[in-house]
């Protein structure tokens, strides 16, 4: 099992930056794919962005492209998702999950570990 706690959310203003941190318990981090997902009010949760074991292989929302990168690294169980040109859009509650295996998977379905969430809200 692994445990996720999320840090970095907060408020900005549209065009401003903010990096959030997923930081996972355990020793066993680098056999998981990790991912970002968002819930805005009232709204599904969405994929924003995953990365594999070893941060060779990437995918990220079409919302997002070109404007959020995925990072981690294993030797501190820690993953980030740096996110540039903010728009009040972005507004929601940002989670960290895990799936056991490494791979890239955007569907939340196959993420069984999942932090509490933070909140990141862009203000017009």
């Known amino acids: 099992q692994v445990q996720l706690v999320e840090s970095g959310g907060g408020l900005v203003q549209a065009g401003g930056s903010l990096r959030l941190s997923c930081v996972a318990s355990?020793?066993?981090?680098?056999?998981?794919?990790m991912a970002w997902f968002r819930q805005a009010p009232g709204k599904e949760r969405e994929f924003v962005a995953a990365?594999?074991?070893?941060?060779?292989?990437?995918a990220f929302g079409d919302s997002v492209k070109g404007r959020f990168t995925i990072s981690r690294v294993n030797a501190k169980n820690t993953m980030a998702l740096q996110m540039n040109s903010l728009k009040p859009e972005d507004t929601a509650v940002y989670y960290c999950?895990?799936?056991?295996?490494?791979?890239?998977?955007?569907?939340?379905?196959?993420?069984?570990?999942w932090g509490q969430g933070t909140q990141v809200t862009v203000s017009s």
């Open positions: 999950a895990a799936t056991l295996g490494g791979v890239v998977v955007t569907s939340q379905g196959s993420y069984a570990y």
């Open positions: 355990g020793r066993t981090f680098i056999r998981y794919g």
């Open positions: 990365i594999s074991w070893n941060g060779g292989s990437t």
